[in-house]
Structure formats: C-alpha cells, structure tokens
C-alpha cells in the first residue's frame, strides 16, 4: 500500500473513532438520562378528581393507585353506583396523568435517541424498523368503561339483620 493509501485510511479511520466517541458519549448521557428519571418517577405521585370533586385517587408513576380519598358529603348525595363511577373516572384521571409524567421524564431521553439513524434492518427492508416506545394501551375515556354489573350470587341483608355478618355483607 503506497503512503497515500495509509493517509487516507487514517483520515478514515479517525473519522470513525470521532463518531464512535461521540455515539458513547450520547449513550451515557442517555444512561444518566435513564437512572435520572427512573429516581425521579420513583418517587413522583399524581392525582386525579371525580368531575364531582367527591373523590381524589392518588397514583404513582405507573398509573397504579396508592391513596383513595371520598369526601364525606359523597354518602351523602351519591348512591354506590355513582360512586364507584367516580371512583373508577378519579383513577383514570390520575393514570392519564401519570403517562404525561413519564412523558416528560423520558423525553430527554427519546429526543437524545432521534438524533441517531436506526441501525440497518437485519430483518429485511421491506419490514419497519421502530423502537418500541410505549408498551401500555391506551387508556379507555372514561364513556368507553361500562360500570361493573352486581354479582348475580350476592343477596342484600334480611330485614332483621343489623349489621355485616360473616359472610361479609
């Protein structure tokens, strides 16, 4: 190989290594990135109110309920059916809510991403090629959700009785 050869395989060659640093120093900023927002969604909670404002369902960053709050004047001016409507709206508020906050804790995350090409398909061009983004379905409106239908077994208490039993009701 003549010296030409050599200078431009060097040149070639540094070129490469300038990308290569520049992809792993993305991919620890990435990481970093990642370990940031996973400490963060660890310990963010949300909330989501009825319509009615009788109940507050408090989540954590999955979606997952930890905390119901039913105001008072709900036994009051609300029959179970209602309730638990509300109930069932105020959770998927806060869930919605927590799909925004993860969102936002992993968009610097997902923008550090759109600045790399996707690798070559070793599947084939003729299938796409797309990181897998969100892997939860989108959650129902809460007009989609039909209200939960009675068990056909339970039976309300007898007149007599004055109170839960031990069948629990």
Not at 63 to 92: C, H, M, N, W
């Amino acid at each position: 190989m003549d010296p030409s050869g050599y200078d431009q395989l060097r040149a070639r060659t540094g070129a490469l290594q300038t990308e290569v640093d520049s992809m792993l120093d993305a991919y620890q900023r990435q990481l970093a990135d990642i370990d940031s927002a996973r400490e963060n969604l660890a310990a963010t909670t949300v909330e989501g109110w009825s319509s009615d404002n009788l109940v507050r369902v408090t989540s954590n960053a999955a979606g997952v309920p930890v905390g119901v709050y039913v105001d008072p004047a709900a036994f009051k001016r609300s029959t179970p059916e209602k309730l638990g409507a509300a109930i069932t709206e105020a959770a998927q508020v806060a869930a919605r809510a927590a799909q925004e906050t993860i969102g936002a804790a992993l968009a610097p995350v997902l923008a550090a991403a759109d600045r790399f090409q996707p690798p070559h398909n070793p599947l084939g061009d003729d299938i796409e090629f797309r990181p897998v983004v969100g892997i939860l379905p989108p959650l129902p409106s809460p007009q989609e959700v039909p209200p939960p239908a009675p068990p056909a077994d339970e039976q309300p208490p007898a007149e007599d009785e004055d109170g839960p039993h031990w069948k629990g009701w």
